[in-house]
Structures are given as structure tokens and as C-alpha cells.
């Protein structure tokens, strides 16, 4: 199918693309990929009055570290960012999980900012921000504010960015030295979007598990972090039989979406055997670093 | 939603046209461009009949605004052969029979161009790779695979001998 009409503006600065954000009154949609809004809009499922491009601003297609945060532009495509060794170094989750995401053509134009905004339920990326306690860096008519991920996602493809706002900057906290990851993810065919997927982060000393944290998407309306996971393992021995136990546990309390494709109880058994495993990865990684 | 003047390079040569915004870039250069041989399968970027290169990147015209492409390069699966002198990626894909119907061809064509501009020296999983956002409905992917590291060795060899 074919896009419905729509007005189209090529924003020159990020001032000029939020008050004309601001000026559409909640008509208007950022085109920044493309890659989930276009189809949306193919499909019909989204008609937005008004586009306003913002490929063509200079400036925010940066990958850089700024103290101890590793802040990635709006501008950002997912290949330039899966690719970039600063990410390898200052967020290896992060880079462990777009071997996960899409494929090349689509990681060419897509960017990471479009894909949080976008929040599909089953998006690799909104778990990593949730796991790595990053913060959306959000910019509106009245100036910025910072948004912490947990308050981002707030549902079924939906955020806490308002119609004016244009979400700038995403800044992900640099992973401490001795911090092991792991990232487990079951989908149809590879770049498909997750059944489930999870994510962990793990610091060890002394043999015990002294900080976690753990987040998993596909599972329900929005990413979500495991707080009850990462609680029942603070001070325990990270091997095999704790993370068995501690993930069925978690995975039996947690509500499920349950669809014709992928019956809640699979999901359920996913979050658990993933989890597991994420874990397990993440408690090596930890360990090996030790050294 | 009045027509916009754009400005681009199509396939080497610069070119202009006016162009509404809501028309896509698959249909663009179908109709507008008169270049038929970007294929437009499913039509919301699942099947990668229609990709194209974008400034030197593969991307999928279905998903791109012709709009967008204002002061861009735009290389098609034209800019390949021609039938009486076929690109080494081309003539590779004739050899190995990696097609069948031919509907899928012109995107395989264009990310196994995108892949070995970058690596001369595939392995086959890195061609799985480079392919695995495109699909062949008569399921042709052994020979499609094989095609493109046969043609990464015609292009070695092409290079060796201009050297």
C-alpha cells in the first residue's frame, strides 16, 4: 500500500524541527530512519499530517564519550553505532545486542533514537537502556530535560516524549571495569523481532553477586527491568543452580503476552531459559575480568 | 502536499524532478525514473526486493521518501550490466543459477554489491549475513550464496589484473 498525503518540512536545526513540531499540535511525526515509521505508514496504520525530516540536521549523528556517560546522537544509524569500538568498550551489552537487531540495509538508515521512540514491545534496545540505566536526553519548546529509561517506556508503543519534543540524546552510563554482560534472545529467523529477549549486567566480589541489574523485552506492553530477579540474587553465589532457580522463580510471577504466534507459557519458559543463560554469560564475564 | 523540486544523482548522472512527498522511492524510480528493475515485493521493508544504494549505502526504497534523496546518490541495479555486458556479480549469478523467478534478484544484487565493496574475501556466513534481510521465495539461497562468493573471486581477480 501507499502512504497517505502528508505536508513535509526538512527541519535545518533542531529548534526549527520542534516548533514546527509544536506548531502541528500533535499532527506531525519525526522522520528520522524511517524503518518503523515508513511501513506504519505503507500500511496505513499511521496517517501523520505532517512530516518533518530531521535527516538533513547537522551534528547529531555522534558516537562519543563525555566523562562517564557514552552519549549517542539522535542521528546515529544502527550500523555506525554497532560498529563503533567505543561502544564495544563503553557498553559491550549494548553491542552483544545489535547482533540482534534487523538487518543491514534496515541498520544503514535506521537510527537508535528512532528505535526507543518507536518502543515496540519486542525491541531489542529499549532492554539495554532499561539494563544500563540510561537516561533519554529529551528536548521540547520549554528547553531539556533528562528522562531516566525506566520512565521512558511507559507502554504499547508509546513514551514519556511529548508531541513537541524531540528525543536528542540518549547517554548510557560507561560500564564499570569489572561489570559482565550477557544477552540471550530467541526470534523466529535472526533479526526478526524477539519472542523474548534479556538482558543482564552482573558485578561479582568475593563470590557473591553484589550488584545486578536485569531487563527483558517481548514479554509484555514494554520492555521491562527484572527487579525482583536482580533483588533475590544480591548476595549470592553466582553459579548454575542460583541463576536456575532465581530465573524460573522471576519468570513464574511475571505477566505474559500471549498472541497466536507465541503462546504466553513459551514465553514464559523463554524468559526463564534465557535469563538463565544471560546470566551465566554475564557471571563469566565478571569473573574473567576479576583477573 | 504540493510537489517538491529535488536535485540527485541517479546511477552516475545528476538529475532533478518534482515530486510529491508521499511517493515512495521504489515507485519513484519505477515510474517517475523509468527504472523498473528495482522490484517492489512486500512493499514495508520485509523482503528487500526493492533495495537500492543510498550514498554509497544499501537501503530500501520502499521505506525512503523520494523526497529524501535531495542532493543524494541513488545507484540502482541498473547502474550494474548490461545484458550484453554483464557486471562480474551479474555474470556470477547467471553461472551458479543463483535465480530463479528473478524477483528478488535486483536487491540480491545490490547488497552483494554494498558486501563486496567492503570485503573482497567473504566467508560464506558473512554472505549469509549480507543477505539475510533479503528473501528468495523459491528459496534459492545456496546458489544465490554461491553466486556471490563466485563473484568475489571474479573481483579479485578483475583487480589483479588491473594492478
Known amino acids: 500500500m501507499k502512504p ?7 527541519a535545518a536545526s533542531v529548534e526549527a524541527a520542534i516548533a514546527l513540531l509544536a506548531s502541528a499540535g500533535g499532527e506531525a511525526r519525526v522522520l528520522a530512519g524511517g524503518q518503523s515509521l515508513v511501513p506504519m505508514m505503507n500500511l496505513r496504520i499511521a496517517q501523520p499530517r505532517h512530516l518533518v525530516d530531521v535527516n538533513r540536521i547537522p551534528g547529531h549523528d555522534y558516537v562519543r564519550r563525555e566523562g562517564d556517560e557514552l552519549v549517542i546522537g539522535f542521528l546515529a544509524r544502527h550500523e555506525h553505532i554497532r560498529s563503533s569500538p567505543l561502544v564495544l568498550e563503553a557498553c559491550p551489552l549494548m553491542a ?13 538508515r535506521g537510527t537508535l533514537c528512532g528505535n526507543l521512540c518507536h518502543a515496540d514491545p519486542a ?3 529499549p532492554a539495554v537502556m532499561l539494563a544500563t540505566h540510561a537516561e533519554m536526553e529529551v528536548q521540547g519548546p520549554a528547553g531539556s530535560r ?26 548510557i552510563p560507561v560500564a564499570p571495569k569489572r561489570q559482565g554482560w550477557g544477552f540471550h534472545e530467541v526470534s523466529t529467523r535472526k533479526g526478526d523481532f524477539a519472542f523474548v529477549c534479556v538482558a543482564a549486567l552482573l558485578q561479582v566480589e568475593s563470590d557473591r553477586v553484589v550488584a545486578a541489574s536485569i531487563s527483558a523485552a517481548g514479554i509484555g506492553a514494554r520492555a521491562v527491568r527484572l527487579l525482583g530477579l536482580e533483588q533475590s540474587l544480591a548476595g549470592q553465589p553466582p553459579n548454575e543452580a542460583t541463576f536456575r532457580q532465581a530465573a524460573e522463580d522471576a519468570s513464574a510471577t511475571v505477566p505474559f503476552h500471549d498472541d497466536a504466534l507465541v503462546p504466553g507459557e513459551y514465553r514464559r519458559e523463554l524468559l526463564s ?3 538463565r543463560r544471560a546470566l551465566l554469560d554475564a557471571a563469566a564475564r565478571a569473573l574473567s ?3 | 502536499m504540493k510537489p517538491i523540486e529535488i536535485a540527485f544523482t541517479l546511477n552516475g548522472k545528476p538529475r532533478s524532478a518534482e515530486v510529491r512527498p508521499r511517493v515512495l522511492l521504489s515507485d519513484f524510480l519505477r515510474h517517475q525514473m523509468g527504472l523498473p528493475g528495482t522490484h517492489v515485493g512486500c512493499e514495508h521493508g520485509v523482503c528487500g526486493s526493492c533495495t537500492i544504494l543510498l550514498d554509497g549505502r544499501s537501503a530500501r526504497s520502499c521505506l525512503t521518501f523520494a523526497v529524501q534523496i535531495d542532493g543524494s546518490e541513488v545507484e540502482t541495479v541498473e547502474s550494474l550490466g548490461t545484458a550484453s555486458a554483464l557486471h562480474p556479480i551479474q555474470k556470477a549469478f547467471q553461472e551458479e543459477h543463483g535465480l530463479q523467478c528473478g524477483f528478488c534478484t535486483p536487491g540480491m544484487l ?21 543477505i539475510a534481510g533479503n528473501l528468495c521465495r523459491c528459496t534459492g539461497y545456496q546458489n544465490i550464496v554461491a553466486a556471490i562468493l563466485s563473484a568475489a573471486a571474479k573481483l579479485r581477480a578483475e583487480k589483479e589484473t588491473t594492478v
Not at chain 1, 547482533?99 to 541498520?107: C, E, L, Q, T, Y
Open chain 1, 273 to 275: 531459559v534465557l535469563a
Open chain 1, 289 to 291: 575480568s576479576d583477573l
Open chain 1, 4 to 10: 497517505a498525503p502528508f505536508d513535509y518540512t526538512r
Open chain 1, 96 to 108: 552483544a545486542a545489535y547482533d540482534f537487531v534487523a538487518h543491514g540495509p534496515v541498520r544503514n
Open chain 2, 110 to 130: 545490490m547488497v552483494a554489491r554494498e558486501l563486496l565493496e567492503h570485503h573482497d574475501t567473504p566467508s560464506e556466513e558473512e554472505v549469509r549475513e549480507a
Open chain 1, 123 to 125: 525491541s531489542e534496545m
Open chain 1, 146 to 171: 533528562r528522562v531516566p529509561a525506566g520512565e521512558f517506556f511507559v507502554g504499547l508503543f508509546e513514551t514519556a516524549l511529548r508531541s513537541d519534543e524531540l528525543l536528542v540524546s540518549v547517554r
